[in-house]
Each structure stands twice: as C-alpha cells, then as structure tokens.
C-alpha cells in the first residue's frame, strides 16, 4: 500500500481563489510528520509547511494552511489567494518513527498534484 | 546562506560512462540524503547518511549505484556504467537532526542526468 496518496495529478484554479490539494497517508506509528513541498518549473523543491502528528492545531505558514484530520489520515494543503506565481507541482510527504532514532528523518513522497492558476 | 549546492546541475553522456555526481550539504547539517526523480516513478529515495554514515540504501537500485559521505561537507553518488534508464533528475537534500521536532529536508538544485 502507498504511504502517502495524492488522487489529484492536475488541479486548476482561478487568481485570487483558494485551493485545497488532497493528500492521505497511511501508517501505524502513533508518531510522525507531514511535510508538503512545491516544485516549480525550474525544479527546486522548496519546503512549505509541516504538521506533527500530536500537533493540536492546524500549521499555518502564510497562505499556506494544513486541514490535518487525524482520524481520516488526511492532511489537505490549502492555498488562499492563489497567484500566477503558486503554479508548480506539490508533493506531500511522511515521516515515520520516533525521533530519537537516526532513521526518522526519512520522507517518503507522494506522486504529487501539478497546480495551474488561472488569470 | 548557501543552500545544498549539486554539481553538474546538467550531465549529459553515453551508455557505459562513468558518471559522478556532487553534494554540498548545508552547513552543520547531519543527515544527507539522495534522491532520483522521474515522471513514471516520482521522487524516489535512493539512500540516506547521518552523521556520514550510510543509514539506509535500500533504494539504491542496482549494483552499479554507489554513493559516499566522506566528510560532513561533501558526498558523491556514482552511476558506473550508466545506461539510458537512469535518465532522471538526481536530488541532494540535507537536515539538521538532534532535538528538534521538524528535520524538514532542504533540497539542492539538482543535477539532471541523461543517458545516451
């Protein structure tokens, strides 16, 4: 099974409008993380916004804000505002495991969803 | 602040070359790590070092793949021979472990990588 599911490759959406860019995940750790990055054109992969599984509140970094539900596994980027400049791929990711341990920084990544704003 | 720096950002050569890529990590970062990128199989994990010890290669995908930190501040990953299907976009990335809850990875450039 895949740890990370990312059912939509193609999202679009209109300048000035909010988006929200599914993402699932599956595992059995009561501890773990979840990381969404976007990928522009030129290929960079540039971190956006984290959610830690005993997090109490959705993480917020500017216009970028998680729906994290617990119990459905689901942790749902949102976009407010989209701009010209958001248009880029955007990859969900997981990290497993107590953090003490060395082998916690691994991420596994999903397929990821390709966002195109719309003047 | 540099960020992870990979060279060559483009490699182009034919089947059966050697070919060497490079990885600066972010300064006092701990945890290194490799990764191949391709429109069929997405982001894939090739392997992770802490501390410049290998930790997990099982994404490595064959014998030919190697790779080696051998010092906090660079690491190679060596294809030899290469072949038409290692075609792809090969990532470094770095974090910062220890006591910290996040251990988000920054990612350098890329180097893209085809084979002919």
């Known amino acids: 099974a895949q740890k990370i599911t990312q059912t939509q490759p193609g999202m679009f959406v209109q300048e000035k409008e909010a988006v929200t860019l599914d993402c699932t995940y599956d595992?059995?750790?009561?501890?773990?993380?979840l990381f969404w990055y976007k990928q522009p054109s030129s290929g960079e992969m540039i971190f956006l916004i984290y959610?830690?599984?005993?997090?109490?509140q959705n993480a917020t970094e500017g216009r970028y804000s998680l729906n994290f539900q617990k119990a459905r596994k689901s942790a749902n980027l949102v976009i407010s505002a989209s701009q010209l400049g958001d248009s880029a791929m955007y990859f969900c990711?997981?990290?497993?495991?107590?953090?003490?341990?060395?082998?916690?920084?691994?991420?596994?990544f999903g397929k990821g969803t390709k966002l195109s704003v719309i003047p | 602040d540099a960020g992870v720096i990979q060279s060559p950002r483009h490699e182009v050569t034919e089947m059966g070359q050697e070919v060497t890529l490079r990885c600066k990590p972010i300064?006092?970062?701990?945890?290194l790590f490799w990764y191949r990128q391709t429109m069929m199989r997405g982001l894939e994990l090739l392997i992770y070092?802490?501390?410049?010890?290998?930790?997990?290669d099982s994404g490595m995908p064959e014998d030919r793949f190697s790779a080696k930190m051998p010092n906090a501040s660079f690491s190679t990953l060596k294809i030899q021979p290469s072949e038409p299907r290692d075609s792809a976009v090969y990532f470094c990335?770095?974090?910062?472990?220890?006591?910290?809850?996040?251990?988000?990875?920054?990612f350098g450039p890329g180097t893209r990588l085809t084979v002919t």
């Open positions: 990335a770095s974090t910062l472990g220890g006591r910290r809850t996040i251990y988000e990875q920054y």
């Open positions: 595992t059995s750790d009561p501890s773990y993380g």
């Open positions: 959610q830690g599984s005993y997090d109490q």
């Open positions: 990711a997981m990290r497993e495991g107590d953090l003490s341990g060395a082998g916690s920084y691994q991420l596994t």
């Open positions: 300064s006092g970062h701990n945890s």
């Open positions: 070092f802490n501390n410049n010890v290998p930790i997990d």
